[in-house]
């Protein structure tokens, strides 16, 4: 059963314009959620995260909203770049699991088109 | 280098055969992470290391699979008697302290096995 689900695989997007990645998740033990860019042939970078008593987190052109009653999570880059073409992932953690494991979704494929 | 890197980049075996893929965590790191990405999933969480303490494997997929770290640096994961589901990209990530969910990753191995 995925506790993290990402349901758009894909997202395309013009330049200069908003991209919003969304991300839902069922278990309620998760207090803190990440996102990750995937370039191919590379490792997860880490981007941008939130902890469960905010309900926003902003670093420059990236913005993470938390909506902890409706479990869902969405990241926000504006003004969207072609350099931002990449897979997103989503991933959540639990302090209360000791080892800090992330459950990640499945990824959005976002392109931006010049 | 200050990333996260593992060897082999890639790596190519029959099936039945045992494999060592190689992790070097980032200097000063004490947390370190397994996680693999099979084709078209999300990374999936395979054992954990936090300094001295006993690793938690609750992740590894089978008895074929096992990890060690030592001298609370570099770690090898070990997969006996391959399978052709093994393929995958075996991610390693490590953190500067348990309590950090920021993970950083390593560029992965990818795993074929014929």
């Known amino acids: 059963d995925q506790q993290v689900k990402q349901n758009s695989p894909s997202l395309s997007v013009q330049e200069g314009r908003i991209s919003i990645l969304n991300c839902d998740y069922t278990?309620?033990?998760?207090?803190?959620f990440l996102w990750y860019k995937k370039y191919p042939a590379e490792g997860p970078t880490f981007l941008i995260s939130?902890?469960?008593?905010?309900d926003k987190n902003e670093d420059g052109r990236f913005t993470v909203f938390l909506n902890k009653s409706a479990k869902h999570l969405s990241l926000h880059i504006v003004p969207s770049q072609p350099g931002d073409s990449a897979v997103y992932f989503c991933?959540?953690?639990?302090?209360?699991?000791?080892?800090?494991?992330?459950?990640f979704g499945k990824g959005t494929k976002l392109s931006v088109i010049p | 280098g200050a990333g996260v890197s593992q060897s082999p980049s890639n790596k190519v075996t029959e099936k039945g055969k045992d494999v060592e893929l190689r992790c070097d965590p980032i200097?000063?790191?004490?947390?370190l992470y397994w996680y693999r990405q099979s084709l078209g999933q999300g990374l999936e969480f395979l054992i954990y290391?936090?300094?001295?303490?006993?690793?938690?494997k609750s992740g590894l997929p089978s008895d074929r699979f096992s990890a060690e770290r030592t001298g609370g640096s570099v770690s090898t994961l070990t997969i006996q008697r391959t399978q052709q589901e093994d393929s995958a990209v075996y991610l390693c990530?490590?953190?500067?302290?348990?309590?950090?969910?920021?993970?950083?990753f390593g560029p992965g191995t990818r795993l074929t096995v014929l």
């Open positions: 200097s000063g790191h004490t947390a």
């Open positions: 991933a959540a953690s639990s302090s209360g699991a000791g080892s800090y494991q992330l459950t």
């Open positions: 278990n309620s033990m998760f207090d803190y």
């Open positions: 990530a490590s953190s500067l302290v348990m309590g950090s969910p920021e993970q950083f």
């Open positions: 290391f936090q300094g001295n303490s006993a690793p938690d």
């Open positions: 939130i902890s469960s008593i905010k």
